[in-house]
């Protein structure tokens, strides 16, 4: 079962990453590409990492429901320092970037959650 969820979600960051990415590189969305380079793999590098957390909690609920908990927490905390780095570091529009990962980050979280939950209540 969590083949599917590995299959599907590892698809959807794929598709997000470079969608995003194309549309830096092919000025649709303003920006440089060095900076989407850093956004875009931390942001795919968190939810990569996620996997390996999540991946041994599909065996009980209540394992689940920690590692998920615990899983999300990180994640956030995690694109939180992305935040600060990009900003204490001082790229060139850091407040752009920072919205903008947020939005990729939050947009993948919600998928994230919908097909972890769908994956445990089909089993």
Do not use: C
């Amino acid at each position: 079962m969590q083949t599917v969820f590995f299959k599907r979600f590892s698809l959807i960051l794929a598709i997000t990453i470079l969608v995003h990415f194309t549309l830096v590189i092919t000025h649709v969305i303003p920006g440089q590409i060095k900076e989407a380079l850093i956004t875009d793999g931390t942001i795919a590098l968190i939810f990569i990492l996620g996997i390996l957390i999540i991946i041994p909690g599909f065996k009980t609920p209540d394992n689940f429901a920690i590692r998920f908990i615990g899983l999300t927490t990180l994640q956030m905390l995690s694109m939180l320092a992305l935040v600060v780095l990009l900003v204490f570091g001082k790229m060139a529009d850091a407040r752009y970037w920072g919205f903008t990962a947020i939005s990729v980050f939050v947009f993948l979280l919600a998928i994230q959650s919908v097909l972890l939950i769908r994956e445990i209540n089909q089993k």
